[in-house]
């Protein structure tokens, strides 16, 4: 069986992010079984994106999504960002 899934590192962050506002890259990267240094290079990516919002809090860094941020694809323009994690955070 090979080891694709649908949805990629950088969903798995933004919907961990989205449903555990508090979480830790050190959490995000246990959670997903990748390196802290791919989280961060991720976190990087969708900040500079527009998809989460940064915010310092003592030594930790917080984060926030951008809920009506839109996603990127020409043919999903129309869906924002808090549609995609109701999907993706919902509890089973």
Known sequence: MSSWTFITN???????????????VREIAAELGITERSVMRII???QTEGYILKERQGRA???QVNAQATLRR?????????????????EK
């Open 74 to 90: 020409q043919e999903t323009r129309d869906i924002v960002v808090s549609e995609l994690l109701q999907v993706l955070t919902r």
């Open 44 to 46: 990087k990516d969708l």
């Open 10 to 24: 950088h969903g798995a962050v933004l919907a961990l992010i989205g449903k555990h506002g508090q979480i830790t």
């Open 61 to 63: 860094n917080r984060y």
